[in-house]
C-alpha cells in the first residue's frame, strides 16, 4: 500500500501556503472596518466634488490631477501632474456607486497587489525564505498600512513602483520570451507613476534614461520594445499632452517656475549646499527605519526631525534625542543609522563583487534609482518639506537593505547564532509595526480619531445623519470647534449627498439669518445647555441643534 502523502493531496509548494497566509494577514489588515475607519479630509473631499462632476455630467474627464503643495501660491498657479488617479476614483465610482469608501478602493487594491509583487521582486536576489520574511514584514507594516486606506493620490506610488522596477528587470535582465509582455508592463509603470507624484515623474523618467541607453548598448535591437515603452506611455499621458497644447503649456512653466522662484513659501529649495546635504542624507536614514518599522528615529511623528544633520554638524542643542521617552528612543536612533549605513556599504561591495547577471542588474538598478531619488530629493531638503511621505518612493529600499544585512549575517556567522540574532531582529521589527497597528486600532475603535485630527467616514456619518434629520430647510448653518477645522468640508460634502446645504456659521453667528437652522459640532457637551435643542454624540464627538442668540 502506498503510504499518505500531504504532498501529493496538496501539491503546491509549502512557500506558496507561506506567501498567501501573509497575503491573508496584509489584506486582513488593510481592509478590517474599511467604511468606518476611512480617513475623510479636506483633500479627499475636494478630489470626491471632482469626481462628482465627472460623474453627475456637469464636467468632463479633467485633463490634469492634484496640484503639487509649494510649487505655487494658490491652486490655480500651482503645478498640476496628471489626472490618472482622478481617472481611477471615476472608474471605481461608476462601477461601485459613488462615495467616499468607494472612491478609496484604488488605493486598497493596488495595495494588496503590491504583496504579491513585492516578493517576486525580492526574489530577483534573495532566496524564498527571505524574500517571504521581508514580504511578512511589509504586510503588516503600520505605517504602509495606514495609507493604503484612504483615498490620496500618492497611496499607489508603491505598486507602480514594484512594477515598474520588476518590468526593467525582466525588460533587460533576461531573455524572456515575451519581451512585449514586459514592455507593455513597463510602459504602463512609467505612464502610471509619470502621473502620481512630481518626485516619480522626474525619478522614473531619470531611470529610464539611464537604463535605456545601457540596454542600447547591449542590443541595439531593444529600440523596437522601446518604442512600445514609448508609445503606451504617451497614449497614458495623452491628456496632459491635450492640456498643454490649449494652455501654452502652462503646467510645464508652473513646474519651471517652482525651482525658479525665490519666494522662500513657495519654492523651498533655498539654503547652503551642506545644511541641504545633510538634511537630505537624514531624511532618507529616517524614512528607512520609519517605512520598516514604523517607529524610531521620527519617534512616532511622519515628520523628518533633521536630527542626523545635527548630530554629524555638532550640534547637539536641538535634537529630538535630547529629550527621549525612554532610554530606547535613543537606541533607535543609532539602529537607524547602523540599518542605512551598512546596507549602503553592503549595496556598495555587492555590486561590485556579485557575478551573476540577474542579481548583478538588480543591484545596479536598486543603487541607481536610490542614488537619483537622492538628488530628486536634494533641492527640496531644506527642511521647509519635511513629511516623510514624500519619501514614499523609497518605501522598500528599507527591506533591501535590510536583507543585504540579513544575508550578509548568514554568510559571515554561525548559523546557529545568525538564525538567533536574525530571528530576533524580524521580531523586534515586528513589534515596532504591530504595536502601532494596535495603538491605531484603538483610537479608531474609541472613535476619538476625529477629535485627534484625522476625520473618519464612520465618526463623522452620524453628524450629517443628525443635521439632515433636524433640517426641514434647503440650507443649516454650522460652526465647529477649532479641532474640527478639517472635518468641516467632510461634513459639508456628506450633507449635500443627502440634499441638504451646509453653511459656514462665523463664530458669532453674525452672518446667520434669522430664521435659520443653526448646529455646533465640538469635541466636549455644551456648557451652555439652554441653547441645545438636540444633541448627538458619540464617544468623543458632538454635534448640538442651536437656539440662535437674542
Known amino acids: 500500500m502506498t503510504p499518505f502523502s500531504w504532498r501529493k493531496m496538496w501539491p503546491v509548494s509549502r512557500h506558496i501556503w507561506i506567501l498567501l497566509a501573509i497575503m491573508a494577514v496584509g489584506v486582513f489588515l488593510r481592509t478590517y472596518n474599511f467604511h468606518d475607519w476611512l480617513q475623510f479630509r479636506d483633500d479627499q473631499s475636494r478630489d470626491a466634488i471632482r469626481v462628482d462632476q465627472v460623474i453627475s455630467g456637469e464636467s468632463s474627464w479633467p485633463l490634469l490631477g492634484p496640484f503639487l503643495s509649494h510649487s505655487g501660491a494658490t491652486e490655480a498657479e500651482s503645478f498640476h501632474v496628471g489626472p490618472i488617479y482622478y481617472y481611477f476614483q471615476i472608474v471605481s465610482a461608476k462601477v461601485f456607486g459613488n462615495y467616499p469608501d468607494t472612491l478609496a478602493y484604488p488605493d486598497v487594491f493596488f495595495s494588496i497587489l503590491s504583496l504579491p509583487l513585492f516578493f517576486l521582486f525580492m526574489r530577483m536576489y534573495f532566496d524564498r525564505n527571505l524574500s517571504l520574511g521581508l514580504t511578512g514584514l511589509y504586510s503588516i507594516s503600520a505605517y504602509l498600512i495606514s495609507y493604503s486606506r484612504f483615498a490620496w493620490s500618492s497611496n499607489p506610488i508603491p505598486f507602480f513602483v514594484l512594477l515598474f522596477l520588476y518590468s526593467l528587470l525582466k525588460f533587460i535582465g533576461e531573455k524572456e520570451k515575451r519581451p512585449w509582455l514586459w514592455a507593455i508592463l513597463l510602459g504602463i509603470a512609467w505612464g502610471v507613476g509619470f502621473q502620481l507624484h512630481a518626485i516619480t515623474m522626474i525619478l522614473f523618467s531619470g531611470v529610464v534614461f539611464f537604463v535605456f541607453f545601457f540596454s542600447m548598448r547591449k542590443d541595439p535591437v531593444i529600440w523596437k520594445e522601446w518604442a512600445i515603452v514609448l508609445s503606451i506611455f504617451l497614449l497614458l499621458n495623452g491628456s496632459q499632452i491635450v492640456n498643454e497644447s490649449m494652455t501654452d503649456f502652462g503646467n510645464t512653466k508652473a513646474f519651471f517656475g517652482f525651482f525658479s522662484n525665490t519666494d522662500a513659501s513657495i519654492n523651498p529649495a533655498s539654503g547652503g549646499i551642506l545644511n541641504k546635504l545633510g538634511n537630505d542624507v537624514s531624511c532618507h536614514i529616517e524614512a528607512n527605519f520609519l517605512y520598516l518599522s514604523s517607529y524610531g528615529s521620527s519617534f512616532g511623528l511622519s515628520n523628518c526631525t533633521h536630527d542626523y544633520a545635527k548630530i554629524l554638524s555638532g550640534d547637539f542643542s536641538d535634537i529630538h534625542v535630547r529629550n527621549p521617552h525612554s532610554a530606547s528612543d535613543a537606541a533607535l536612533l ?185 448646529f455646533f459640532m465640538g469635541c466636549a457637551k455644551t456648557t451652555d445647555q439652554k441653547d441645545v435643542l438636540n444633541r448627538w454624540s458619540g464617544e468623543s464627538l458632538y454635534i448640538y441643534q442651536t437656539v440662535k442668540q437674542e
Open 334 to 518: 543609532l539602529l537607524g543609522l547602523v540599518l542605512s549605513t551598512a546596507g549602503y556599504v553592503l549595496l556598495a561591495r555587492n555590486v561590485w563583487k556579485e557575478n551573476t547577471e540577474r542579481k548583478s542588474y538588480f543591484l545596479r538598478l536598486f543603487a541607481l534609482y536610490c542614488g537619483l531619488g537622492f538628488i530628486v530629493m536634494y533641492p527640496l531638503s531644506d527642511g521647509s518639506i519635511a513629511d516623510l511621505r514624500y519619501f514614499s518612493f523609497i518605501f522598500f529600499v528599507p527591506y533591501v537593505l535590510f536583507g543585504l544585512l540579513v544575508k550578509s549575517i548568514f554568510e559571515s556567522w554561525n548559523r546557529v547564532n545568525a538564525i538567533v540574532f536574525v530571528v530576533i531582529l524580524f521580531i523586534l521589527i515586528a513589534f515596532f509595526n504591530l504595536t502601532v497597528v494596535g495603538g491605531k486600532s484603538a483610537v479608531l475603535s474609541a472613535q476619538n480619531a476625529t477629535c485627534s485630527g484625522a476625520t473618519t467616514l464612520g465618526e463623522i456619518e452620524p453628524l450629517v445623519n443628525f443635521i439632515s434629520a433636524h433640517s426641514d430647510r434647503e440650507s443649516v448653518y454650522v460652526s465647529k470647534d477649532r479641532r474640527l477645522s478639517s472635518a468641516l468640508n467632510s461634513v459639508i460634502y456628506l450633507a449635500d449627498k443627502r440634499g441638504v446645504t451646509v453653511m459656514r456659521a462665523n463664530d458669532s453667528y453674525g452672518n446667520v439669518p434669522e430664521d435659520a437652522r443653526t
